[in-house]
């Protein structure tokens, strides 16, 4: 129903500048319509954690010298709760790239296992 | 109040937090044999923490972290709903055999962190923590719901839960975004000073930002028309989920809901004056009186032709919010406490029908009504709890759901407002007596005894007839509830 209504109303300008792959304004590469694996996904919540650390660092630097002590305790919990997020990660080995045991493998993915849940 | 000062107020959801984490390195570092064991076991110890630092907090209504969350005997009254359904489903989660091949640890955590989230949604007072409280408890629903990874109806839960959740918290925001501009605070008593003094223009986009709020509140309620996830989430998810949902979060729903359309859209700030007037002007009263009328309605009418118990039981938690929605169309402190009561009754009854379908899910893996012929010769004692819970459920005398309909429709009868609702009420009361006496029907009519006996394990069984003593308790002596009810009905306001 919404849908039917849009497409009736809204006007149809189309383009092809329209309809390329939005890149925050760089110069387009290819299509957005491509399989991704899906072990980005993990990586992409990972770099959450630091994204939104650093979003919430800037502000706290520019009023660090008016807060103080306070301040910096509190940002140290705060990194802290972080930090408990990534040593988790990390352990449960989101963090590498080949997971599985590989008959063939030599040196340092000889020791790979699999997930250990 | 200031930061540090709050946070001595703020204990029972410190220790939620803190012990969540602890669980995390715990989780990642202990890789003994005994890891579900000890997880269960550190999350009950945090939740009976939380209820003592909650038992010991007697202060005065005040407000904490600059006015963003209420410390008050109301929101505490809902603290400890949630801490009563949550210990409830701790107890019985190790004896549900549908977790069996899932790691359960991830399982407890989630369910601490909604926990802290239900907690912030029962005091919130700005609409930013609104919003926030809204998506913790979402979030943390979404994963347990989906908990079942082999199970395609528990990805399809979790997945429809994931979409709804996504598009009402999305036009929910719209809605606060609307109430924002015309006050220019994101404090609710800000808000209501500012919406008392709005011109006359205003009025249509007051009452468009009202059904926009509205429909992330009735999300987490289940209320018609926004109830589309419920039947299926609710089948999808783990019984102990289901069962979990179909309570705390509705119980937490209610609570935002009240304290925050009450303020925002009352004419008074102060929630403890008796009588409660929405701005002038607004339709308040009638388009939750629709909204009501809708939800029993359709909740009571679709749980007719229902084949499997859980969806069943999902049909009349949505009639059950539409119940409760009757008496929040009035909105004085006569209505506020009939919803408190009935959401206290309702936890026991509720969570009792949903252990015993998880009691029935364990013996057969599925819960078609079909499954439930002959309970009452196989195991009688669990069925006749089953019978009450129904009872209770459907509103008969001597059980605490009878008490607890009767104090809702007398708040429409004293009020002498929306007649044709309290009469639709009682209509759709009997229609659900009909649903509720098909599952009653199986377990003792529709078959020959044959003397085989099923037992659960002691711990799952114990609970159910645990859960049985308060509904028929406050069926006949429930002056103790109702006058604890009564001296939680006090709320926080910046006058006082």
């Known amino acids: ?117 | 109040m200031s930061n540090i000062q709050s946070l001595t107020y703020f204990l029972p959801e410190l220790i939620l937090t803190s012990s969540a984490m602890v669980i995390i390195l715990t989780d990642v570092f202990f890789r003994g044999r005994n890891r579900n064991r000890l997880i269960w076991l550190l999350s009950l110890v945090a939740l009976g923490i939380a209820a003592i630092f909650l038992l010991l907090q007697t202060t005065p209504p005040d407000a904490i972290f600059y006015g963003a969350l209420a410390v008050d005997p109301y929101s505490r009254f809902f603290k400890w709903i949630f801490l009563l359904a949550t210990v409830v489903i701790y107890v019985v989660s190790p004896y549900s055999r549908e977790l069996d091949n899932n790691p359960r640890h991830e399982y407890y955590l989630f369910m601490l962190l909604v926990v802290f989230g239900l907690f912030l949604m029962a005091s919130a007072l700005d609409l930013i923590i609104v919003y926030l409280s809204i998506e913790i408890v979402s979030i943390g629903s979404f994963v347990l719901a989906g908990f079942l990874k082999q199970e395609r109806l528990s990805n399809e839960s979790s997945l429809k839960y994931v979409i709804y959740g996504a598009l009402s918290s999305g036009v929910m925001l719209y809605g606060l975004s609307l109430l924002f501009g015309i006050a220019g605070s994101t404090n609710v008593f800000d808000i209501q000073a500012a919406l008392s003094g709005v011109p006359d223009k205003a009025h249509l986009t007051l009452a468009v930002a009202l059904l926009l709020v509205l429909t992330g509140f009735g999300y987490k309620i289940a209320m018609v028309p926004f109830h589309f996830w419920t039947p299926d989430v609710y089948q999808g998810a783990p019984t102990t989920i289901t069962a979990y949902l179909s309570v705390a979060p509705k119980a937490a729903g209610f609570a935002l809901a009240l304290r925050i359309l009450g303020i925002t859209f009352g004419s008074s700030p102060d929630m403890n004056l008796g009588e409660w007037l929405p701005v002038e002007g607004l339709p308040f009263g009638t388009l939750i009186a629709i909204f009501s009328a809708a939800t029993m309605t359709v909740g009571n009418i679709i749980a007719i032709q229902q084949s499997s118990v859980k969806r069943l039981l999902a049909y009349s938690s949505i009639a059950h919010a539409g119940y409760m929605l009757m008496a929040a169309a009035i909105l004085n402190a006569q209505a506020v406490s009939a919803i408190m009561f009935y959401l206290a009754v309702y936890l026991f009854m509720n969570l009792g029908a949903f252990l015993v379908a998880i009691f029935i899910h364990n013996r057969y893996g599925y819960d078609e009504i079909e499954e439930w012929k002959g309970l009452g010769f196989q195991a009688p004692a669990v069925a006749v709890a089953m019978g009450i819970f129904l009872f209770s459920l459907t509103g008969l005398p001597p059980t605490a759901g009878f008490v607890g309909k009767v104090y809702l429709f007398s708040v429409l009868i004293e009020a002498q407002q929306f007649w044709w609702l309290a009469v639709l009420g009682v209509l759709n009361s009997v229609v659900s007596l009909y649903y509720y006496m098909r599952i009653l029907k199986a377990m003792f009519l529709d078959s020959e005894p044959t003397g085989e006996r099923i037992s659960g394990h002691p711990a799952l069984s114990g609970t159910i007839l645990l859960l049985m003593i308060p509904v028929l308790l406050f069926g006949v002596y429930w002056s103790p509830l109702m006058n604890l009810v009564r001296s939680s009905l006090e709320f926080f306001s910046p006058g006082m």
């Open chain 1, 1 to 117: 129903m919404a849908l039917i209504l849009q497409r009736l109303v809204a006007p149809a300008r189309r383009g092809a500048l329209k309809h390329s792959t939005y890149e925050c304004g760089e110069e387009v590469e290819g299509s957005a319509w491509t399989q991704f694996n899906i072990r980005f996904y993990v990586i992409a919540l990972v770099f959450l954690i630091f994204d939104v650390e650093v979003v919430i660092l800037f502000p706290w630097a520019v009023v660090f010298k008016d807060i103080g002590l306070v301040a910096f305790v509190e940002m140290l919990i705060f990194l802290c709760v972080l930090t408990i997020g990534l040593v988790a990660v990390w352990r449960r080995r989101d963090l590498d790239w080949v997971k599985m045991v590989l008959p063939y493998a030599r040196g340092r993915y000889a020791r790979l296992t699999r997930d250990p849940d």
